[in-house]
Nanobody
């Protein structure tokens, strides 16, 4: 069983930057993509971005493209979400997730493609 733990959330002002981390405990299998999702109050969970097992490919939602960057450490067990120029509409609980085995450069964007989920970390952006 893989446990995903997010950290780094908090309260920031519009225009600020924040970096979230996601540690995947017991992630020993290969070909695991990792992704970020978020859920704002009263809204459905939405895809934010993801990174392939290889690290060569990433994918982002249009709403965050150019502002958010996902990276992965060398061991491929920790993922980061660098968020720049934050906006009030970025306020949400952010969840990290990991897939089961996927193709090397896959960047899945659907929630049902992910097997393991963290409990989330709150990001609040004030105007």
């Amino acid at each position: 069983q893989v446990h995903m733990v997010e950290s780094g959330g908090g309260l920031v002002q519009a225009g600020d930057s924040l970096t979230l981390s996601c540690a995947a405990d017991e992630l020993t299998a290969a070909n695991i993509a990792m992704g970020w999702f978020r859920q704002a109050p009263g809204k459905e969970r939405e895809f934010v971005g993801c990174i392939s097992w290889s690290g060569r490919t990433t994918a982002y939602a249009d709403s965050v493209k150019g502002r958010f960057t996902i990276s992965r450490d060398g061991a491929r067990t920790t993922m980061f979400l660098r968020m720049n120029n934050l906006k009030p509409e970025d306020t949400a609980v952010y969840y990290c997730a990991a897939t089961a085995r996927t193709p090397l450069d896959a960047t899945p964007s659907r929630g049902d493609e992910y097997r393991y989920w963290g409990r989330g970390t709150q990001v609040t952006v004030s105007s």
